[in-house]
Nanobody, 115 residues
Framework: QVKFMESGGGLVQPGGSLRLSCAAS????????MGWYRQVTGRQRELVAM???????NYADSVKGRFSISRGNAENTVHLEMNSLNPDDTAVYYC?????????WGKGTLVTVSP
């Protein structure tokens, strides 16, 4: 079983910044990557950013140049630095850990961008 501790969500004004953090624990072997997806009610969950075990990063086009993903010092931790936020970034952000072909998911943290 994999447990997630997600933090950093909240309300921010347009143009502001937030930092999301995620720590995964439990029975985890050979993590291939960690990252974040987001979902708006009524829409599919979409990739935000992923970082592989070899530090290769992948970003959604909509966040390139504004968001930055990095791995934490502790094992199985990841951070997402989000800058120049706009209302379109409002969503529930889910931390994910990829092990082989499987993804494990956190419960999500809400990010709201509003004046």
């Amino acid at each position: 079983q994999v447990k997630f501790m997600e933090s950093g969500g909240g309300l921010v004004q347009p143009g502001g910044s937030l930092r999301l953090s995620c720590a995964a624990s439990g029975t985890i072997y050979s993590v291939d990557g960690m990252g974040w997806y987001r979902q708006v009610t009524g829409r599919q969950r979409e990739l935000v950013a992923m970082i592989s075990s070899s530090d290769i990063t992948n970003y959604a086009d909509s966040v390139k140049g504004r968001f930055s993903i990095s791995r934490g010092n502790a094992e199985n931790t990841v951070h997402l630095e989000m800058n120049s936020l706009n209302p379109d970034d409002t969503a529930v952000y889910y931390c994910t850990t990829r092990v082989g072909i499987m993804n494990f998911w956190g419960k999500g943290t809400l990010v709201t961008v509003s004046p």
